[in-house]
């Protein structure tokens, strides 16, 4: 499974970013897809999942309400829309497949995108 996350970009606070995560080769609607996030210096957290079932899981309290993961099966596509934007939400923002669709255990990772928010 070949993931590849995308749409980062530089942006003001409060501006909004659509992030994709594509596969090439493979079919997303079985597996969980997860958003995890890195800043500088800082270890990689986890953002939100959805799992196999289309249930949404949220992992980070300071994104909630601001950060939607949903999923488009006709483009074998998973987002995270980004709104309300915060110069601490800057960093690689990498997707993540469980195959199980569990959002348990990440077999595959993607390339990660840059997402950078200035003040």
């Known amino acids: 499974v070949q993931l590849q996350a995308s749409g980062g970009g530089s942006v003001q606070a409060g501006g909004s970013l659509r992030l994709s995560c594509t596969a090439s080769?493979?079919?997303?609607?079985?597996?969980?897809i997860g958003w995890f996030r890195q800043a500088p210096g800082k270890e990689r957290e986890g953002v939100s999942c959805?799992?196999?079932?289309?249930?949404?899981?949220d992992y980070l309290d300071s994104v909630k309400g601001r950060f939607t993961i949903s999923r488009d099966k006709a483009k074998n596509t998973v987002y995270l829309h980004l709104k309300s934007l915060k110069p601490e939400d800057t960093a690689v923002y990498y997707c993540a497949a469980d195959t199980m669709g569990l959002c348990e255990v990440m077999h595959y990772w993607g390339k990660g995108t840059q997402v950078t928010v200035s003040s």
């Open positions: 080769g493979s079919t997303l609607d079985s597996y969980a």
């Open positions: 959805i799992n196999r079932s289309d249930d949404r899981l």
